[in-house]
């Protein structure tokens, strides 16, 4: 089993609609999250991070953590053709490295 | 842009060769992460340089290698191509604890295609 978990997609979805995207982990010593957007030939940016459980939101992004059942959320409203990305979640194992889902290929269609 | 720049972006090796790629860091970040990323994959951590020393390792074999150098940019070298190394290589600077927050500034990776 992976520690981070992601369905690969792709997720099409119309402009202007909410967009959930979800990640599952096993390791309960995570305690950071983050989510990278990854468009096609680029290398991932950070979007967002968060500690523990909780909601965080920035602008039309907002990042969601359930500790209790492992699942990791991050919800874009208002969708843009400009959203469409790949979209990463990742939690650190150590000082060092990121562990990283799959990734969701999401696609807004205009 | 990220500061983060890689060379080359694109390559094509034969099984058996070896290859370097290189990754000039973001201006102030002395920490460099390398990952490899294949297709349809989230990336895979291989090693982490800080003051020109190796300061964490992913599980890969000794015949991936690296290093850094004062002005911390950085280079990843791969002994006897195997055609499973096909993949985005991804270098990323940082700031020592800057792990927590995910502050990682991506280059846009060399595209590896071992033939």
């Known amino acids: 089993q992976k520690e981070v978990e992601q369905d690969p997609g792709p997720l099409s979805v119309p402009e202007g609609a909410i967009v959930s995207l979800n990640c599952t982990y096993s390791?309960?010593?995570?305690?950071?999250f983050m989510w990278y957007r990854q468009y096609s030939r680029k290398g991932p940016e950070l979007l967002m991070y968060?500690?523990s459980s909780g909601n965080k939101e920035d602008g039309r992004f907002t990042a969601q953590v359930d500790k209790s059942s492992k699942y990791i959320s991050l919800f874009i409203r208002d969708s843009q053709p400009s959203d469409s990305a790949t979209y990463l979640c990742a939690s650190p194992h150590s000082n060092y490295q990121l562990i990283w889902g799959a990734g969701t290929k999401l696609i807004i269609k205009p | 842009e990220t500061g983060v720049t890689q060379s080359p972006t694109h390559l094509i090796k034969t099984r058996g060769q070896q290859v370097t790629l290189r990754c000039s860091s973001q201006s102030g970040h002395n920490t460099v992460s390398w990952y490899q990323q294949a297709l349809g994959q989230g990336p895979q951590f291989i090693f982490q340089?800080?003051?020109?020393?190796?300061?964490g390792r992913g599980n890969f074999p000794p015949r991936f290698s690296g290093l850094q150098f004062p002005n911390y940019s950085s280079e990843l070298n791969v002994n006897a191509l195997e055609l499973d190394d096909s993949a985005l290589y991804l270098c990323?600077?940082?700031?020592?604890?800057?792990?927590?927050?995910?502050?990682?500034?991506f280059g846009e990776g060399s595209r590896l295609t071992v033939l």
């Open positions: 390791n309960s010593a995570f305690q950071y």
């Open positions: 968060t500690y």
């Open positions: 340089y800080y003051r020109e020393e190796e300061n």
């Open positions: 990323a600077s940082s700031l020592v604890g800057g792990m927590n927050t995910g502050e990682l500034f």
